[in-house]
């Protein structure tokens, strides 16, 4: 019986992943589903929706399947994906349901000593801590009215929403912001904990700056969010049509190069924007960036505003503000809107430019709704006159941000208790002479620190074989430990989905390096092949086309270490679909996964930037099966190694030669 | 339903227009932009609510604001949030001090968020309980700023 359906869904309460049987009762494992015949269809359709009215499902679909040895086969690979779990990790999902892993074992709820663990982070005060309290309790309401039945599906879903629960593929997953990517060790530990205690031991770092645990229940979420709540930490605007997390550098109050730390106005705009009362109901999701270096590490010329703080002759901070920036399905390079904000006009600004957009943004067509596309149906000029228009319309006495607010909140930054170094240590200096693989992971691993005798090091979450992004319980606490020991209690989350330790002493450094390596997190590979972005794809998330996971890793395969350190600096990133979080346009080689009549294939971009020198991605030619991507992703390497002169990056060669030398790629496979 | 700014329930004596309605005379009745002049011409006196979609640029109905007593905003979802900005725009931008009302599928929860744009008024769904309504305007009590930047913020605008 080939002509058959499943019908599969989700339950309400813990998100598992259930199929109808032949009694109309809910069953977890594919094997015990019944194949509906397309005659019995509609009844099994009817008693599905039943279900969801009594609050039981959400979401219920047929799929299309075939019996095999008498064992029902879903057709797409999404829905096989479903029935037995991710297939990078086969210790988890419905194929290991024999061995559960370790998430789950329960642990005494810990005392956080938020005041006691001194870091260079915002200090919350006990009005912001009631805050995220109540919320928590609030959305502890919201989940009871649900699974009362009192809310459907509909109506809560925005509520689950705004505390960054997503439904996904195998069932809830909850986004947790680290706004602007800075975390205290403190705070690591206690997304250990809740990675050990509510999810399966591990969790998913993002090009958002946030951390994904995706094996969350419904119900277990207010005890999380007051689990987080804690630690300074919630969920607040990580999904929804809101502000979203505002990202910054990596490198955020530690680069060599930084003119302004990002975080104080990173931390004012999250203060504005958490439950604006104007802008929480966008058209869409609304992203903002900023920086405080010349160098662009947050991609801000590719969000919906870009802020790149600077200094003026006279040492005032200002503001070079981009916006209509973006990925996903039509990639844009930002306008720029203002070249010189004064620093007291950046809130009013912004509300500026968000009034404009909730008024005008389209609201007919999801795709189309993003100020992006606001910007460029309006063109450019027309854009800024409204936003200036907006701007001086605004009440003259209305959020000025003026000198003693932004002293306020620096002061809430409790200052890393940096020691007086000489600028270079001779220790430091000797380890690397003497340690050639130690050399090797400072020259792709490390970055110059502001503080004489400090360096900032990168913990690359990209070993061999391993998840881009994904992190255990352990490696966090890991990290925690080293964190407070030498890095003065400070951690960063980069959007490439790396960890920061920013202010580690030069002579500590290879002590840092030779723990790091101990516990498998000293892999010396950040900018280099291996370093790949790549979103959760369709092992994980239900948007996605196709996977991204196992193709980066499939290409990583084909690089040792030395090879990669031959090619030098090459960014490639790989999406799942086009939304495109993986940020495949702006990598110099940018894979995007599609289904090409049920297959995985993949498109190909070239020549993309996020940085100064902004660029989205030339597509090669036709999409790629997903079996041949590796050997075409070498080809275009072999054809760079070719053409390269001197010291080229791959980025350089491409834009001296243009796409038609790599063309020749696509001709040779078949 | 009618509520008011406590939550509480309110008796309602708006006539609210449909859009193909032919207008009755009735000191208070709620018109849709379009019918406004039909009103004025057969009753000679115009009418003193008004009903604005959440897509309604102000610029056009900027010249009858001042003779309203009431006017009503339309949400077309509770996640279309246009209406949030046309009720700032109302209050800041135009002086608006009439009653100005929220309709449409809007959650207890959007309470505050309603009031805090300057609307006074909302017309409730009778499929949520009225309770929820009360709850939430009380809740709008015992808010405090949750920000140190609110709490700086309203120090310097005072």
Redesign the interface.
């Known amino acids: 019986m080939s002509d058959c359906h499943l019908i599969c869904a989700n339950r309400l309460d813990d998100g598992a992943v259930v199929w109808l049987d032949a009694q109309y009762e809910w069953v977890e494992s594919v094997c015990l589903a019944a194949a509906f015949s397309p005659d019995a269809l509609p009844a099994a359709n009817d008693a599905a929706q039943a279900w969801v009215r009594d609050n039981h499902v959400v979401g219920p679909l047929p799929c299309a399947a075939s019996l095999v040895d008498g064992v029902p086969v879903p057709h797409s690979l999404r829905e096989r994906l479903r029935a037995q779990g991710p297939s990078i990790r086969t210790d988890l999902g419905k194929q290991a349901q024999a061995a559960r892993p370790s998430g789950g074992a329960s642990s005494e709820r810990p005392l956080v000593p938020m005041a006691a663990g001194k870091a260079g982070v915002y200090q919350y005060d006990p009005f912001e801590r009631d805050f995220l309290k109540a919320r928590a309790q609030q959305f502890g309401q919201q989940v009871a009215r649900r699974l009362s039945g009192e809310l459907d599906e509909e109506a809560f879903k925005v509520y689950r929403l705004m505390n960054g629960l997503y439904l996904q593929l195998h069932g809830y997953m909850l986004r947790v912001a680290i706004p602007y990517g800075t975390l205290s060790a403190v705070q690591l530990r206690q997304l250990a904990y809740v990675a050990r205690t509510y999810d399966k031991g591990y969790g998913h770092l993002t090009t958002r700056q946030n951390i994904q645990f995706n094996w969350s229940h419904l119900a277990d979420t207010p005890e999380i969010l007051s689990v987080l709540a804690d630690a300074d930490l919630h969920c607040i605007q990580t999904s929804g049509n809101c502000i979203r997390n505002v990202t910054t550098d990596h490198f955020a109050g530690a680069a060599a190069d930084e003119v302004v730390d990002p975080r104080v106005h990173a931390e004012i705009l999250r203060q504005w924007s958490t439950d604006h009362p104007e802008f929480t109901y966008l058209p869409r999701k609304f992203k903002i960036a900023m920086t405080g270096s010349p160098k662009d590490r947050a991609a801000v010329r590719f969000h919906d505003i870009g802020i790149l703080a600077q200094r003026n002759a006279v040492g005032e901070v200002g503001f070079e503000v981009y916006a209509g920036g973006g990925l996903g399905r039509t990639p844009i390079v930002g306008t720029r809107v203002r070249q010189w904000l004064p620093e007291r006009d950046l809130l009013r600004y912004v509300e500026a430019i968000l009034r404009v957009y909730n008024a005008l943004g389209r609201r007919d067509n999801l795709y189309k709704a993003r100020i992006k596309i606001l910007v460029r149906e309006l063109k450019p000029g027309r854009f800024i006159e409204m936003i200036e228009h907006e701007f001086c319309s605004l009440p003259s006495d209305r959020q000025y941000l003026e000198p003693e607010i932004v002293q306020a909140i620096h002061a809430r930054f409790v200052q890393p208790a940096f020691e007086s170094l000489p600028g270079l240590c001779d220790e430091y200096l000797a380890a690397r002479a003497e340690d050639p693989a130690f050399a090797a992971w400072v020259r792709t691993n490390t970055h110059p620190h502001k503080q004489p005798g400090y360096i900032s090091a990168v913990v690359s979450l990209k070993p061999p074989g391993g998840i881009p992004g994904d992190v255990s319980a352990e490696e966090m606490l890991q990290v925690a430990d080293l964190a407070e020991a030498y890095s003065l209690n400070e951690i960063r989350v980069s959007h490439e989905q790396n960890l920061v330790l920013p202010h580690i002493r030069q002579r500590d450094l290879y002590t840092v390096w030779q723990a790091l390596r101990a516990a498998g997190l000293a892999t010396a590979n950040v900018g280099l092949l291996s370093d790949s972005i790549a979103c959760p794809g369709m092992d994980y998330c239900s948007l996605a086309t196709a996977r991204s996971v196992p193709v980066a890793q499939r290409i990583a395969q084909r690089f040792d270490g030395p090879r990669q350190r031959e090619i030098g600096e090459l960014k490639l990133n790989v999406s799942g679909c086009i939304n495109a979080c993986a940020h495949h346009h702006v990598a110099h080689i940018g894979i995007l996964g599609l289904d090409k009549a049920g297959h995985e294939n993949y498109q190909i971009t070239l020549g993309g930037s996020a940085e100064e020198d902004a660029a989205v991605g030339t597509i090669l030619g036709r999409s790629v099966p997903y079996e041949q991507v590796p050997e075409v992703i070498e080809a275009l390497i072999d054809i760079y190694l070719a053409l390269r002169q001197a010291d080229e990056r791959f980025l350089d060669t491409y834009r001296r030669v243009g796409i038609a030398p790599f063309k020749e790629v696509l001709r040779d496979a078949h | 339903m009618l509520i008011d700014r406590h939550g509480l329930p309110q008796h309602d004596p708006w006539h609210y227009l449909a859009c193909d309605e032919t207008p009755s005379f009735s000191p208070s009745t709620v018109v849709h932009p379009p019918q406004w002049n039909d009103y004025h011409m057969r009753f000679g006196l115009p009418a003193q609510g008004l009903w604005l979609a959440g897509d309604q640029a102000l610029e056009e109905v900027q010249a009858v604001l001042g003779q309203l007593t009431l006017i009503v905003v339309e949400f077309?979802k509770?996640?279309?949030?246009?209406g949030?900005?046309?009720a700032?725009l109302l209050r800041?931008?135009h002086g608006f001090t009439g009653d100005l009302r929220a309709a449409g599928p809007l959650?207890p929860?959007?309470f505050?968020?309603l009031m805090?744009?300057g609307f006074s008024s909302v017309l409730v769904s009778p499929a949520i309980?009225l309770v929820r309504w009360q709850e939430a305007a009380v809740a709008i009590q015992h808010a405090?700023?949750?920000?140190?930047?609110?709490?700086?913020?309203q120090r310097?605008?005072v």
């Open positions: 077309a509770s996640r279309d949030g246009r949030f900005t046309l700032r800041e931008r959650l929860d959007q505050a968020m805090q744009c309980p405090r700023p949750r920000t140190l930047l609110e709490r700086l913020s310097n605008e």
